[in-house]
C-alpha cells in the first residue's frame, strides 16, 4: 500500500525560485526520508527527519514534519536547473522494517 | 567507493524463463531490500532482508524470491516471469533499519 502521497504531481518553475513539495501519509511513522531520482537512474538520499523532529536543513534544503497533520514538506530555496528531477518521500515505520513510498513529485527548473 | 551494484542493468527476456537479477553491496550494511518502481505507483518494496539468513516479504512478494546467504549479497529470482512483472528494479542497503537506504542504478526488466 503507498504511504505517503506526494503533493503536486508535476511542478515547473524557473530557476532562482524557491520549489515546495509536500508529502501526506496515513500511519505513525519512525522517520520520514526524501529522496531524489535523475530520470532512469536510482534514488539518492537527501534528507532524513525523525519522528520526534520538526524541522531539518541541508543546505538549500529545508524539512518540515508535522506528526499531528501526519504531512512534511521539501522546500529549495534558490533553485537551480539541476535540481530538476523527481522528489520520494518515504517513511519508516515504527517497527523499523519496512520503507514505504509516495509516488513522487517531479520537479522541472527551467534556465 | 561506497556502492550498490545492480545486473543486468536491462534485459528483455520471455514469459516463463527463469531469471536472477544481482544485487551486491560493499558497505557491510545489514540491511537490504527490492523496490519495484512503475509509472504512477512509486516504489513499492518487493522483500528484505534484515541480515544473513533473514528475509520477509515487502508489500509485493507474489512471483518473486530472494535468498541472503552472504551480508553482501540479495538476489531477486523470478521462477517464472510474467508480463505484469515488467518493471524497473531497485536494490538499496542500509546499515542499520532507522538509517537512510543507499540504491542502486537499477535494472530495467521487460518480460514479453
Known amino acids: 500500500s503507498q504511504q505517503g502521497e506526494e503533493d503536486p504531481q508535476a511542478l515547473s518553475i524557473q530557476e532562482g525560485e524557491n520549489a515546495t513539495m509536500n508529502c501526506s501519509y496515513k500511519t505513525s511513522i519512525n522517520n520520514l526520508q526524501w529522496y531524489r531520482q535523475n530520470s532512469g537512474r536510482g534514488l539518492v538520499h537527501l534528507i532524513l527527519i525523525r519522528s520526534n523532529e520538526r524541522e531539518k536543513h541541508s543546505g538549500r534544503l529545508r524539512v518540515t514534519l508535522d506528526t499531528s497533520k501526519k504531512s512534511s514538506s521539501l522546500l529549495i530555496t534558490a533553485s537551480r536547473a539541476a535540481d530538476t528531477a523527481s522528489y520520494f518521500c518515504?517513511?519508516?515505520?515504527?517497527?523499523?522494517?519496512?520503507?514505504?513510498f509516495g509516488g513522487g513529485t517531479r520537479l522541472m527548473v527551467k534556465p | 567507493e561506497a556502492q550498490v551494484t545492480q545486473n543486468p542493468r536491462y534485459l528483455i527476456t520471455v514469459t516463463g524463463k527463469k531469471l536472477t537479477v544481482t544485487c551486491s553491496q560493499n558497505m557491510n550494511h545489514e540491511y537490504m531490500s527490492w523496490y519495484r518502481q512503475d509509472p504512477g505507483l512509486g516504489l513499492r518494496q518487493i522483500y528484505y532482508?534484515?541480515?544473513?539468513?533473514?528475509?520477509d516479504k515487502g508489500d509485493v512478494p507474489e512471483g518473486y524470491k530472494v535468498s541472503r546467504k552472504e551480508k553482501r549479497n540479495f538476489p531477486l529470482i523470478l521462477e517464472s516471469p510474467s508480463p505484469n512483472q515488467t518493471s524497473l528494479y531497485f536494490c538499496?542497503?542500509?546499515?542499520?533499519?532507522?538509517?537512510?537506504?543507499?540504491f542502486g542504478d537499477g535494472t530495467r526488466l521487460s518480460i514479453l
Open positions: 518515504a517513511t519508516r515505520n515504527n517497527a523499523g522494517n519496512m520503507l514505504t
Open positions: 532482508s534484515m541480515n544473513v539468513e533473514v528475509t
Open positions: 538499496a542497503s542500509s546499515n542499520r533499519l532507522d538509517q537512510p537506504q543507499h
